[in-house]
């Protein structure tokens, strides 16, 4: 039995999955347009507390941006506490631990990640690129001691990145970063010398030796993947019809199982909502409650090896093809889908 919260366009949901692979339960926790968990397993209480972002409404109608806490045991999900994330919080992507009782922002809107605290608010901001606006659309937080690895998902003609950052006390600093061979990536997790992400342009679940930042493995998918968590043995993946933005809150979605040696599928469980039997739309992020979730805490992770990766010489001649394909292909895409758009709009 495996236990869930998982954030879409339209609510928050816990979710329970049998030994089996079986749904058993889905239930919704609260409505609205919701993105970045982060969570905090007591193995003495054996509940788990989460901090989700409920931007508003919808996602054009983020309005309302707070933080809201939560204390789950077993089946029992009770509201704990909620705090206002002000204008300059952004579109926040993700949430991750912090010292004390502070967290980590991905400011998307910003193009930043920021140390935040409840009772404090900003402390400290690191903008990336010296761009005040998102740019490099950061998305995705993996912190493992020291080391923060954050996910640039990129908007300007260029790959994904991983950038290896460091802080102390209040500070943060990028202390380099490494290309991915793909684009519009979400999601980092490591185990081991492998890091996780979910490269959602290919709809795909990847594998990369941290040691030569080379693929071990990619896992194709049918659909659109975002949302990554694990418990050290497997690693879960979210996967959701792509839609357009106005029609995301309404798609269906699944929790694929997926084993991290191999890379290949245990099983694959569609999440409805059991009391109305509806669609839960789009998964922005999923985390694993009532057990630690390693993605979320780095436990299984060196920070030393994310912090060599740095040093790790990449094919200069491959990236510069990449991104004078991301350059030239895209203007096309796009023209291609406005064209398709405007048909459709007749």
Known sequence: MTDFVFATHSGLYFARVGSDSALQD?????????YGITTRFDVAKDETLIRAYRGGVDVHNQTERESIEYRIRDMLVEEVARHELDEISGHVHQFAIGPGDSMFIANTKRNSVDLWHPNEGTIKRLVFDGHRNDVNHVN??????????????NLRKLESQIAICQFDGADITELGR??????????????GTQ????????????????????ISHRLKMKEHTKGMCSDGDLVYAGMSNYANRSERAFSSA????????TMQVNDTVQF?????????????????VGQEDVFDTGSKCSPDLLRSTVDVPQNQL?????????GTSDPIKRTIKKMLQSGNAR
Request: negative net charge.
């Open 26 to 34: 889905c239930t919704l926790i609260a409505e609205g347009y919701h």
């Open 318 to 326: 491959a990236i510069s093809l990449r991104r004078f394909w991301i």
């Open 272 to 288: 409805t909502e059991s009391a109305r039997k509806e669609k839960v739309g789009n998964i922005n992020e999923i985390r694993i």
């Open 254 to 261: 699944w929790v694929v199982i997926i084993d991290p040696q």
């Open 140 to 153: 995705s937080i993996f912190p493992c001691g020291d080391i923060l690895a954050v996910m640039l998902h």
């Open 195 to 214: 890091l996780f992400y979910n490269a959602s342009g290919s709809c795909s679940t990847v594998s990369l030796n941290l040691e030569s930042l080379e």
């Open 178 to 191: 490494f290309s991915l061979p793909d684009v519009q990536c979400h999601n980092v997790g490591v185990l």
